[in-house]
């Protein structure tokens, strides 16, 4: 069975543009999950999808920041417009049942804003 | 802030010793996972264990968990150069959004 995919694995883009990351979730999962990753901060939870519904989006840090799910097999994070403080690894993950289950990560996109 | 801190930030020993990680957090839980990370890659999950357990254990992996201390910790026996990675707590809490909260890491290095 495939894993989680994410798409692409690194961007590179200038200050100002608009960045759209996507995440393909394990089929038959029904939760999803957007994490960043530095080093300063460590792995931060943006925001946590439950049948395709945002459930907490509370660790989404601005309006600049914005995700959806229209279907169980896809989802977007969106950074409009993107700033040198949002390069990061962005991680998606997948799961059956929230927090009762394993948490299956994608590899990350790289985020280097210049 | 994260729940989840790990302790030692960082540690580093010879092949075949063992390496112990330990977790803190802050509030009730359901369930506590131990991920791994190599570098530049995803995490990947390594055991969960219920807040009713005590211990698990999977392969050369055993985990303790005190909710009373409301801590665990990991240990490998018989490391590896392998093994060599980040180590992450995870905890979902009670509170029921089924969420988790990931430490903060322990970066291990086994020497060969």
């Known amino acids: 069975d495939a894993g989680v995919i994410q798409s692409p694995r690194h961007e590179v883009t200038e200050m100002g543009q608009e960045v759209t990351l996507r995440c393909k979730p394990i089929s038959g999962h029904n939760s999803l999950f957007w994490y960043r990753q530095t080093m300063m901060r460590g792995l931060e939870l943006l925001i946590y999808f439950n049948n395709n519904v945002p459930i907490d989006d509370s660790g989404m840090p601005e309006d600049r920041f914005s995700a959806k799910m229209p279907n169980a097999s896809f989802s977007t994070l969106k950074i409009q417009p993107s700033e040198p403080r949002d390069s990061a690894v962005y991680f998606c993950a997948s799961n059956r049942a929230g927090g009762a289950d394993t948490q299956y990560f994608g590899p990350g996109t790289r985020l280097t804003v210049l | 802030s994260q729940q989840g801190e790990e302790d030692p930030q960082a540690l580093s020993i010879q092949e075949g010793e063992n390496a112990t990680m330990n977790c803190s957090y802050k509030t009730s839980i359901n369930n506590l996972q131990w991920y791994r990370q190599n570098s530049g890659r995803g995490l990947v999950h390594l055991i969960l264990?219920?807040?009713?357990?005590r211990e698990k254990h999977s392969g050369r992996l055993r985990v303790t968990l005190d909710t009373s201390k409301k801590s665990s910790s990991l240990l490998i026996t018989a490391s590896r150069a392998a093994d060599t990675a980040s180590y992450f707590c995870a905890t979902a809490s009670t509170s029921g959004t089924y969420k988790y909260i990931f430490g903060t890491g322990t970066r291990l290095k086994v020497l060969a």
């Open positions: 264990i219920r807040s009713n357990e």
